[in-house]
C-alpha cells in the first residue's frame, strides 16, 4: 500500500499533464491566431479553473 501511493500519484500528474496538454492543442485549433472572444472579439482572457475562458473586456 506504501508503494502504491507515490506510484499512483505520479499516475495521475501524468495524466493530469497530458490533459493539460491536450487543452492546450485544442485551444490552438480553435484559435490560430490567440484567444478571440466570440461575443466582443477581445483577445485577453484568463482560464479558469473548469477549462472555458473568461473575457477581460465583456466577462463572458
Ligand atoms: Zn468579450
Redesign the pocket.
Known amino acids: 500500500m506504501k508503494e502504491d501511493f507515490p506510484k499512483t500519484l505520479l499516475e495521475m500528474e501524468r495524466r493530469f499533464s497530458s490533459v493539460e496538454a491536450c487543452r492546450r492543442y485544442l485551444e490552438q485549433l480553435r484559435w490560430p491566431g490567440g484567444f478571440e472572444?466570440?461575443?466582443?472579439?477581445?483577445t485577453e482572457?484568463w482560464p479558469m479553473a473548469s477549462g472555458l475562458w473568461l473575457?477581460?473586456?465583456?466577462?463572458?
Open positions: 472572444c466570440p461575443a466582443c472579439a477581445g482572457a473575457c477581460s473586456g465583456c466577462r463572458r
